[in-house]
């Protein structure tokens, strides 16, 4: 089945530092595309080690045959060429990648989510490669209800903390999930009111080995405040921050 192409876009833009009194705008220094035969998107840019990037995303469509699944790609940092890409997935379900990071060990982590049914639930995907994208491990947690990640970091452990959502039928927590090298897992923590629609977006740790996640929160989905939320290092809530009004 022939598929329409849609490629994605990677900008890199370089800041002129002036001393004149009106700020310039930025120069393009080049742009790429990147992708296959089928439907691309990227979700998630991140530098790595060598000075290059590490781009994830999926390739193909809901609702076909297979698929999507998810695709990894790195670039070299001068010119945006393309090293390597990667394809994870070929068992029917579709696979996604949200986020990204490069990993002491000089490969990488990804999260997103993977489909374990035809009627779409999710759950929360964790996939760790060597440098070259070689896949090292998998894993998949999950509720009854539908789990995506969002954020993923690598721990000061050497762990990973996954940040994302949980969605039931009547809203969705904000979830955190910590493992420990391997990817086994250490805790699950959710966060949010019933009849309130909560999802991390970003999560970083903190100096004291707790973290802080940034997300939204909102009485009705896509009505959404932004939420801070602070933890230790267990994910036992400090303190939280809303901001804005619905």
Known sequence: ?????????????????????????????????????????????????????????????????????????????????????????????????????????????????????????????????????DTLWTKTYGSIYEDVCRSVIQTFDKGYLIAGYTYFYTGSHLYLIKTDSLGDTAWTKAYGELDQFASAVSVEQTQDGGYVIAGTTGPIEYAYRGWLLRTNAEGDTLWTKTYGNV
């Open 1 to 133: 089945m022939n598929l329409p192409c849609k490629t994605f876009a990677v900008v890199i833009v370089f800041v002129l530092i002036c001393t004149f009194i009106f700020a310039q705008a930025p120069d393009t220094i080049w742009t790429k595309r990147y992708g296959t035969d089928e439907h691309d998107e990227g979700y998630d840019i991140q530098p790595t080690t060598d000075g290059g990037y590490i781009i994830v995303g999926k390739t193909g469509f809901h609702g076909a045959p297979s698929g999507p699944y998810l695709y990894l790609i790195k670039i070299d940092g001068e010119k945006g060429d393309s090293l390597w890409a990667k394809i994870y997935g070929t068992d029917e379900k579709a696979a996604i990648g949200y986020a990204v990071q490069a990993t002491s060990d000089s490969g990488y982590i990804v999260a997103g989510y993977k489909e374990f049914s035809a009627s779409g639930n999710r759950d929360v995907y964790l996939l760790k490669t060597d440098s070259l994208g």
